[in-house]
């Protein structure tokens, strides 16, 4: 069965600084990786995608994959009040390609 | 662009009735996603379809789920008998090239409450 793990928080950092998120998964065929944004009583939105080992930046936002330690995680740089959100991470194996969530993680950007 | 529509927004029902959500997806997209989310369990695949035939449903629940897409603008879920424990927001997504990439478009949600 394929798992998607995530710290569920709430991860608590000061306005202006970077917040980490994490997601370790289980399946080594695993090809696609993304970061959704959910806020309360919202929607998950895409944020970012990567799919191979390294970093991928968009803007505030740094997406890093390890596949030999199934591990990827978001960097958000100097966090904002708006970014308070959930994070769900997903993972989709090659062949469906359908993306299996984790359960998300809460940040609470204060100032 | 108008993004997935979702109807209802908000359902209350009680325990035993059917239950019908519905969908229509963006335009031009071929991959049509029925996702259940719950704090328990997180967002859970339910169904999906690509060029509207169902490829894999076994995240669904049981028998008294069903799901349809008769055409690529329509889908819809239907719950009969409902129970309390479906309570839950229920989310269409979609997607093209057969959900390629895992790059989801989300409906606002349909949030059921079985009394």
């Known amino acids: 069965q394929k798992e998607v793990e995530q710290n569920s928080g709430p991860l608590s950092v000061p306005e202006g600084a970077i917040a980490s998120l994490n997601c370790t998964y289980s399946d080594r065929g695993s090809q696609s990786f993304f970061w959704y944004r959910q806020y309360s009583g919202k929607s998950p939105e895409l944020i970012m995608s990567i799919y191979s080992n390294g970093d991928k930046e968009d803007g505030r936002f740094t997406a890093q994959l390890n596949k030999a330690s199934q591990y990827v995680s978001l960097l958000i740089r100097d966090s904002q009040p708006s970014d308070s959100a959930t994070y769900l991470c997903a993972v989709a194996s090659g062949g469906s390609y359908i993306p299996t969530f984790g359960r998300g993680t809460s940040l609470i950007v204060h100032p | 662009d108008a993004g997935v529509i979702q109807s209802p927004r908000h359902e209350v029902t009680e325990m035993g009735q059917e239950v019908t959500l519905r969908c229509k997806p963006i335009?031009?997209?071929?991959?049509l996603f029925w996702y259940r989310q719950t704090m328990m369990r997180g967002l859970e695949l339910l169904i999906y379809?690509?060029?509207?035939?169902?490829?894999?449903d076994s995240g669904m629940p049981e028998d008294r789920f069903s799901a349809k897409m008769p055409n690529a603008s329509f889908s819809t879920l239907k719950i009969q008998p409902s129970e309390p424990r479906d309570s839950a927001v229920y989310f269409c997504a979609s997607s093209r090239f057969q959900g390629y990439t895992g790059e989801l478009f989300f409906g606002e949600g349909s949030r059921l409450t079985v009394l």
């Open positions: 379809f690509n060029n509207n035939v169902p490829i894999d």
């Open positions: 335009s031009g997209h071929n991959s």
